[in-house]
């Protein structure tokens, strides 16, 4: 069966650098794959890609066999794809429910399903419920993080693009966050996962693949990149490892 995600051959390029150098990275459906690698590797700039952020140099974007390439970025959202960003990039004067209804701009006149689709996400997030009229820039970083997730959800994509969820957030929230992601997944969407903590990343996917300086250094199984000496060194740390291992055996 074809992937519901397929990027081959993918090549960005800002000015003369190119960030990303022949990409193949593929998504199931029902999957969840992450990226890994470290800062400048090129993870935001593939998600951004997908996203119809970023103009693309060589190579094809497809979700379930329709190319993307040339695609506006509203379309592809309005096609099932969804990110939420790196920094949440939450609309800061706005409310919690003003900014929910904005990540279903593309089905606004879908009132009924809109409506739907809110309630999933006042589920997953009871405190974005209890906070509907607030707004979004007195809200906690977790509750950004949160209000950045829903909003993407709120298109009810296929496949949803994460940035970093768990960046700046206390281990309780992040704790919180990678629940929540697992159990969207659950409910059906498909995610490509870009994550600095390692270990969370790996646990939750079943997949994954290693940037380094926009090419694909490494890919696998988690269970095999957890394992690999060199994955291990760079990215899980030796005590962190086998705390990890502890914890998961």
Not at 219 to 244: C, T, V
């Amino acid at each position: 069966m074809a992937p519901l995600l397929d990027i081959t051959g993918l090549c960005v390029s800002y000015g003369g650098i190119r960030a990303l150098d022949g990409i193949a990275v593929h998504l199931d459906q029902g999957e969840i794959v992450t990226v890994l690698g470290a800062n400048g590797a090129g993870k935001s700039t593939l998600l951004q890609a997908v996203a119809g952020l970023v103009p693309i140099g060589e190579g094809f974007i497809t979700l379930n066999g329709e190319r993307l390439n040339q695609t506006p970025a509203h379309e592809i959202v309005r096609k099932g794809i969804s990110l939420s960003p790196e920094g949440r990039r939450v609309f800061p004067t706005l409310t919690v429910e003003e900014n929910l209804n904005l990540g279903a701009y593309t089905r606004r006149e879908q009132k009924v399903e809109v409506l739907k689709a809110k309630d999933r996400v006042f589920t997953l997030f009871p405190i974005l419920k209890e906070r509907k009229r607030q707004l979004a820039g007195t809200l906690s970083g977790g509750e950004q993080q949160m209000l950045a997730i829903g909003r993407a959800l709120m298109s009810e994509p296929r496949v949803l693009l994460l940035d970093e969820p768990s960046l700046g957030l206390a281990p309780i929230l992040v704790k919180q966050i990678f629940d929540i992601i697992s159990e969207i997944n659950i409910q059906g969407t498909s995610i490509l996962l870009v994550e600095q903590n390692a270990h969370k990343a790996l646990a939750i996917a079943s997949r994954g693949y290693v940037l380094e300086n926009g090419r694909i250094a490494a890919s696998g199984l988690s269970g095999d990149l957890k394992s690999d000496p060199k994955i291990r060194e760079a990215y899980l740390g030796g005590s962190a490892l086998k705390k990890m291992h502890g914890v998961m055996s």
